[in-house]
């Protein structure tokens, strides 16, 4: 093995570690590795498999020669199809390998040193980890869970200011669940009308995984559209993670301009992918209804167990697949002083891998998948009532 004793890191990626998340997932794996007994609740992947018909598109895709380069953009059947849904042209519609890929383009292509990126936290990981390769700065804005873990427009007022350049808001939540009202969309709206240099990055990508009624911003607040990002993607409504396809919806210019930013990073995304992805949304989608039930119940089993842990307070979620409950009761039953610290604890030493809060900005807190079996489910929750004396 070589050591590159001279390697160093760019200084844009000085601070950049790999995601807790999949830190936490990896060590999970080694653990099983070794002959461990070891659930994880980790992931944040439906245990569904990809329909059958998705599956079959790719087959005759990839037969039919599908195998080459497409379009830097996208497949024109796959953005038209993204269009339709979206009720917006062909130009205003990108495909990337991932929604991913979706936001890092995004901000790769608007942001100047020191731009500030609003976030309410909890949210995705990756949020703050790409704002910042990117040049940016995180704005966090803590959201308790009093008041459903969402923005409030007086919340969004206050962290706003002239060096602001995106608000990223993302709902269904990843990890609390939450979804907006139009009501509470269009109240956000109009703070925004009064700050037009900020531009909105909606995270619709688990629009489909909703326990209660789902607006998307772009509907409920029609005049944000001119400076709207609307992300969304195959992985999570298709159970289609591996195969990497996700889609932007932006005003022509950003998405020309994402597009030059994947034209020299990825050329474009997965042509049988793509294939795959038009059968998805174009097709028969009654599965999703079926496997949205299916998370329901998990849903009420998982919270309805963590709320008999002494220490552990979970609300329910209204979206997506995670509980997001708060975990500071049971950090001070075991004299743990940090999220990671109890989530390390509960990974060593009871075999039950769940991902810290401080992963996703908020601290005293813990993410669990329910996108797992009901036996997985049972075998963690049973491990993590047992570890906290329940
Ligand atoms: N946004 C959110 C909120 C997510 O949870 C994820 C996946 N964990 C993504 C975007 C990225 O999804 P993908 O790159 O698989 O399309």
Redesign the pocket.
Known sequence: MTTAAGFRRASRIAGLEISEIVQISERAAALKAAGKDVVSLST?EPDFPTPAHVVEAAHAAALAGKTKYTATAGTAELRGAVAADAGVTVAEVIIST????V?ANAMLATLEPGDQVVMPAPY?TSYSDIVAMAGGVPVVVPCAMEDGFKLSPAALEAAITPQTRWLML?APS?PSGAIYSQAELQALAAVLDRHPQVWVMA?E?YEHLNFIPFTRLAVAAPQLRDRLLT?N?A?KAWSM?GW?I?WGIAPAPLVKAMGAVQGQVTSGACSIAQAAAVAALTGDNSLIDVRRQALRARRDRVVAALNAVPGIDCPSPDGAFYVFPRITGAMAAKGFDSDAALCTWLLEDHGVAIVPGRAFGLPGHARLSFAYSDADLDAGLGRIAAALGA
């Open positions: 944040g991932g929604a991913k890929q936001i995705w993302n990843n995270d990508i992300v993607g992985s993670t990497r996700g």
